[in-house]
């Protein structure tokens, strides 16, 4: 099969590893469907040049998609999708992205001195205001 060009897009400034976001977003194409078991993905020396990350960035992404059983990497043949992961995987995955997000937020809002109160009372601010903006959309 002929190697997937994969479509990536990066946020530079949003606080979440570049790794992560490489892993969260091939893992949202196979949940969706663009990437399908078989598929083959970018040597990591060529996606990192095509992104202009750091080699060692997409080597861990790579790496957590291969213990997460979502790639395969076989020795002079590539890189590959495997199957769509179990539940247990997939939320894993989600849980440990939410996890460094909450931390670098969290870890940020402390530095510029906001205190943990302040921080907790601003999550459950936006939250209600993202729920009401769905509601409001719905209606």
């Not at 990591?44 to 202009?52: D, G």
């Not at 059983?69 to 939320?91: A, F, K, L, M």
């Not at 870890?107 to 939250?127: I, N, P, T």
């Amino acid at each position: 099969m002929a190697e997937k060009n994969l479509t990536l897009q990066l946020d530079f400034r949003s606080g979440l590893p570049i790794y992560t976001q490489i892993v969260n977003q091939i893992q949202s194409q196979l949940v969706n469907g663009i990437l399908k078991p078989g598929d083959q993905l970018p040597t990591v020396r060529a996606l990192a040049s095509e992104l202009r990350v750091n080699f060692n960035t997409v080597a861990r992404a790579y790496r957590i998609l291969d213990e997460a059983r979502i790639i395969s990497t076989q020795q002079g043949r590539g890189t590959y999708i495997t199957e769509i992961p179990p539940p247990d995987v997939t939320e894993t995955l989600r849980s440990e992205s939410l996890r460094e997000l909450a931390d670098r937020f969290i870890g940020e809002a402390l530095r510029l001195g906001f205190s943990e109160r302040e921080v907790s009372q601003m999550v459950r601010d936006r939250l209600k205001s993202w729920k009401d903006a769905k509601t409001d959309d719905q209606n």
